[in-house]
């Protein structure tokens, strides 16, 4: 049976590095020896890494540590600018130096899958400013090179949404009722992909409805919109065609009148065999 123990102000130290831990994982670090001993060699470690890479000045300073709330060793080491490292111990099944092993990994943007610089191990032993040393000699310039273009890629991905969320944003200015998958609000997911409206038989009193479904949805880079109608009434659909050709998005045949010219709806006599053929009217369409 486990007992409680007596204050600790290194384990107090360490759980306020702790994030988000709930109150079972609180009692188990306050009662369980070898979980408060695991938390405080793992503060002490990451605490020490990460006042050594400030003390190196390694990105200008600004290092941190944060745990996660396991059972099992897992620090993190954290710059202010989002570059990290976690120290994740892996090893507790196996015996002497290699269950002493660390597995030290590099934190990318969320969504990034580039190439990532490889993983390292070093032992949790070691004292902090060497562990320090190590990951900046094994890991750092690897890291460096592969989180460039992960930035990059997150910056892009960043404009894309931002481009998405201001071309929603207009849309939702003129499409009453629309909502995201699922009947999401729109505020919640503002750079979404795809929206859809409720037809007139659908709408909830007070909103304004439009008289037709549909769906639009975005590409990546809110470039190009894809816009479905669905329960289209006849006469709304000649309306909307016609409103397209006028606006020159049409689809049609060419046929060229003269050498070199094409005026549309001429009309053009065919060529009389034995007799003089009735001129024959054409619909020439072309697009601007």
């Given at each position: 049976?486990?007992?409680?123990?007596?204050?600790?102000?290194?384990?107090?130290?360490?759980?306020?590095?702790?994030?988000?831990?709930?109150?079972?994982?609180?009692?188990?670090?306050?009662?369980?020896?070898?979980?408060?001993?695991?938390?405080?060699?793992?503060?002490?470690?990451?605490?020490?890494?990460?006042?050594?890479?400030?003390?190196?000045?390694?990105?200008?300073?600004?290092?941190?540590?944060?745990?996660?709330?396991?059972?099992?060793?897992?620090?993190?080491?954290?710059?202010?600018?989002?570059?990290?490292?976690?120290?994740?111990?892996?090893?507790?099944?196996?015996?002497?130096a290699a269950g002493r092993r660390l597995t030290v990994e590099?934190?990318?943007?969320?969504?990034?899958?580039?190439?990532?610089?490889?993983?390292?191990?070093?032992?949790?032993?070691?004292?902090?400013?060497?562990?320090?040393?190590?990951?900046?000699?094994?890991?750092?310039?690897?890291?460096?090179?592969?989180?460039?273009?992960?930035?990059?890629?997150?910056?892009?991905?960043?404009?894309?949404?931002?481009?998405?969320?201001?071309?929603?944003?207009?849309?939702?200015?003129?499409?009453?009722?629309?909502?995201?998958?699922?009947?999401?609000?729109?505020?919640?997911?503002?750079?979404?992909?795809?929206?859809?409206?409720?037809?007139?038989?659908?709408?909830?009193?007070?909103?304004?409805?439009?008289?037709?479904?549909?769906?639009?949805?975005?590409?990546?880079?809110?470039?190009?919109?894809?816009?479905?109608?669905?329960?289209?009434?006849?006469?709304?659909?000649?309306?909307?065609?016609?409103?397209?050709?006028?606006?020159?998005?049409?689809?049609?045949?060419?046929?060229?009148?003269?050498?070199?010219?094409?005026?549309?709806?001429?009309?053009?006599?065919?060529?009389?065999?034995?007799?003089?053929?009735?001129?024959?009217?054409?619909?020439?369409?072309?697009?601007?």
């Open positions: 049976m486990a007992h409680p123990q007596e204050p600790d102000p290194a384990l107090d130290q360490a759980l306020m590095a702790v994030v988000s831990p709930s109150d079972d994982f609180l009692q188990d670090a306050r009662s369980k020896a070898e979980l408060a001993r695991t938390l405080t060699h793992f503060d002490a470690l990451g605490r020490g890494v990460a006042a050594a890479f400030n003390a190196r000045g390694v990105e200008g300073g600004g290092w941190t540590h944060t745990m996660t709330p396991a059972h099992w060793g897992n620090v993190t080491v954290r710059h202010r600018d989002g570059m990290h490292f976690s120290f994740r111990h892996h090893g507790r099944s196996r015996k002497g590099t934190g990318y943007p969320h969504g990034y899958s580039g190439w990532r610089a490889e993983p390292i191990t070093v032992s949790m032993d070691r004292d902090p400013d060497a562990i320090a040393a190590d990951v900046l000699r094994r890991l750092m310039p690897a890291y460096q090179d592969t989180l460039r273009e992960a930035l990059e890629a997150a910056g892009r991905r960043d404009a894309e949404r931002r481009a998405r969320a201001g071309l929603n944003e207009l849309i939702e200015q003129l499409v009453p009722g629309l909502h995201g998958i699922g009947g999401l609000d729109p505020r919640s997911a503002p750079d979404r992909d795809t929206s859809y409206w409720p037809g007139r038989d659908h709408v909830p009193d007070g909103q304004v409805a439009l008289p037709v479904s549909g769906r639009v949805t975005l590409n990546h880079d809110a470039s190009e919109v894809e816009v479905k109608l669905t329960h289209v009434p006849p006469a709304l659909a000649l309306h909307l065609l016609d409103h397209l050709r006028r606006c020159g998005v049409i689809s049609g045949r060419v046929h060229a009148v003269g050498p070199a010219r094409v005026i549309a709806g001429e009309v053009e006599p065919r060529e009389p065999l034995h007799e003089r053929a009735q001129p024959e009217a054409r619909l020439l369409l072309t697009g601007a």
